[in-house]
């Protein structure tokens, strides 16, 4: 589908070092790099009006699909990445969504499905290989330029992005100038309606923080994968944002899984328990922002997460946790608030902050 306005960014697929898709200002020239790293069950798509805006802004990003989600690369895949990334608002995307043909929806079907196997499989680990690589070759990537390089990563994706930077931050060939954390996933969800998965979390996690104790929350991941339970996720779309076209989006978006197996949930409770640990240690400037409430992840963690890093470096990007108390919605860059959330990051980035 033509775009109805000139597209402010430009796109292309790359398939190295993982398969990601590549976003450009039209100028052609860019001052950084970002990697955007979307959350559990989301995909490319869900980062693209995003990386539209910081292309205007004169930055280059990257976008994976994370391993045991979103696409495979095909026709109907490209189309809603498209979808997203050139339209005005979440109206419409839906709009664009709608227009697509049926026969190519089997596509989604498809893959869908794939991913889901895959899901099974995946562990968190190769989760946080897929940011490793990524932001290592967006560093060699800008060599030539001495661009800056940041990693941009939301929920699930803040956790993967907090571990990868960890694994290169004193490495300063590869590491980045800057980690931006939205709504990360430090702790489970306090939705207490989701009681299967509360009970769950809440025992595989305090399992997980006691190191004598993590063969038994193995075995229970074991278990869970055995069984082939999963959690129903669709209450999330209520809670993404407060824009209604964002909330109905989240809903009919078709490569959002709203059902995700409860073994590779359950795969992630070690890495929040341990994200505190690593945070100490971590010399890379962060920059945090969450709301006041998030119905999706425990803003506690984020919390702990964030008072335990020592103090930053870089005199240019000193650590920040902006809290939004009066939101009570998990992406406050998909919500009322976006603009003014990225205006601010973006002159952190700058060096700014």
């Given at each position: 589908?033509?775009?109805?306005?000139?597209?402010e960014?430009?796109?292309?697929?790359?398939?190295?070092?993982?398969?990601?898709?590549?976003?450009?200002?039209?100028?052609?020239?860019?001052?950084?790099?970002?990697?955007?790293?979307?959350?559990?069950?989301?995909?490319?798509?869900?980062?693209?009006?995003?990386?539209?805006?910081?292309?205007?802004?004169?930055?280059?990003?990257?976008?994976?699909?994370?391993?045991?989600?979103?696409?495979?690369?095909?026709?109907?895949?490209?189309?809603?990445?498209?979808?997203?990334?050139?339209?005005?608002?979440?109206?419409?995307?839906?709009?664009?969504?709608?227009?697509?043909?049926?026969?190519?929806?089997?596509?989604?079907?498809?893959?869908?499905?794939q991913?889901?196997?895959?899901?099974?499989?995946?562990?968190?680990?190769?989760?946080?290989?897929?940011?490793?690589?990524?932001?290592?070759?967006?560093?060699?990537?800008?060599?030539?330029?001495?661009?800056?390089?940041?990693?941009?990563?939301?929920?699930?994706?803040?956790?993967?992005?907090?571990?990868?930077?960890?694994?290169?931050?004193?490495?300063?060939?590869?590491?980045?100038?800057?980690?931006?954390?939205?709504?990360?996933?430090?702790?489970?969800?306090?939705?207490?309606?989701?009681?299967?998965?509360?009970?769950?979390?809440?025992?595989?996690?305090?399992?997980?923080?006691?190191?004598?104790?993590?063969?038994?929350?193995?075995?229970?991941?074991?278990?869970?994968?055995?069984?082939?339970?999963?959690?129903?996720?669709?209450?999330?779309?209520?809670?993404?944002?407060?824009?209604?076209?964002?909330?109905?989006?989240?809903?009919?978006?078709?490569?959002?899984?709203?059902?995700?197996?409860?073994?590779?949930?359950?795969?992630?409770?070690?890495?929040?328990?341990?994200?505190?640990?690593?945070?100490?240690n971590l010399?890379?400037?962060?920059?945090?922002?969450?709301?006041?409430?998030?119905?999706?992840?425990?803003?506690?963690?984020?919390?702990i997460?964030?008072?335990?890093?020592r103090?930053?470096?870089?005199?240019?990007?000193?650590?920040?946790?902006?809290?939004?108390?009066?939101?009570?919605?998990?992406?406050?860059?998909?919500?009322?608030?976006?603009?003014?959330?990225i205006?601010?990051?973006?002159?952190?980035?700058?060096?700014?902050?």
């Amino acid at each position: 589908m033509t775009p109805l306005t000139p597209p402010e960014a430009l796109l292309e697929r790359r398939e190295f070092p993982v398969d990601h898709w590549r976003v450009t200002p039209v100028s052609a020239t860019a001052h950084s790099e970002v990697i955007l790293v979307h959350g559990l069950g989301e995909h490319s798509g869900r980062m693209m009006p995003l990386a539209r805006q910081l292309a205007s802004l004169g930055y280059n990003c990257r976008v994976p699909d994370l391993p045991g989600h979103g696409g495979c690369g095909g026709e109907f895949h490209h189309a809603v990445i498209e979808a997203y990334l050139h339209s005005a608002d979440a109206t419409e995307v839906i709009d664009r969504l709608e227009a697509l043909p049926d026969d190519l929806r089997r596509e989604a079907e498809q893959d869908n499905h794939q991913q889901l196997g895959a899901l099974y499989r995946t562990s968190f680990d190769e989760i946080i290989e897929t940011v490793e690589q990524l932001t290592a070759w967006s560093c060699i990537d800008g060599n030539d330029a001495n661009r800056p390089h940041f990693i941009w990563g939301h929920s699930m994706g803040g956790l993967a992005s907090l571990h990868a930077a960890c694994r290169i931050d004193r490495d300063f060939t590869s590491a980045p100038t800057g980690l931006i954390l939205s709504s990360p996933a430090f702790a489970p969800p306090p939705n207490e309606d989701a009681l299967l998965l509360r009970l769950i979390t809440t025992q595989a996690m305090w399992l997980s923080s006691i190191t004598p104790l993590k063969p038994l929350a193995a075995l229970q991941r074991l278990g869970l994968r055995l069984l082939r339970l999963e959690e129903d996720a669709r209450w999330a779309s209520n809670h993404v944002s407060d824009l209604p076209s964002e909330t109905f989006l989240h809903a009919v978006d078709p490569y959002h899984r709203h059902r995700i197996p409860l073994c590779f949930a359950a795969r992630l409770l070690s890495w929040m328990a341990s994200s505190r640990a690593r945070a100490r240690n971590l010399r890379t400037p962060v920059f945090t922002f969450g709301p006041g409430y998030d119905p999706i992840v425990s803003t506690a963690g984020t919390r702990i997460v964030t008072a335990s890093l020592r103090e930053s470096l870089d005199p240019l990007r000193p650590h920040r946790l902006d809290v939004h108390e009066q939101m009570r919605v998990h992406d406050l860059v998909r919500s009322s608030c976006g603009n003014a959330i990225i205006t601010r990051v973006h002159q952190w980035m700058r060096g700014n902050g």
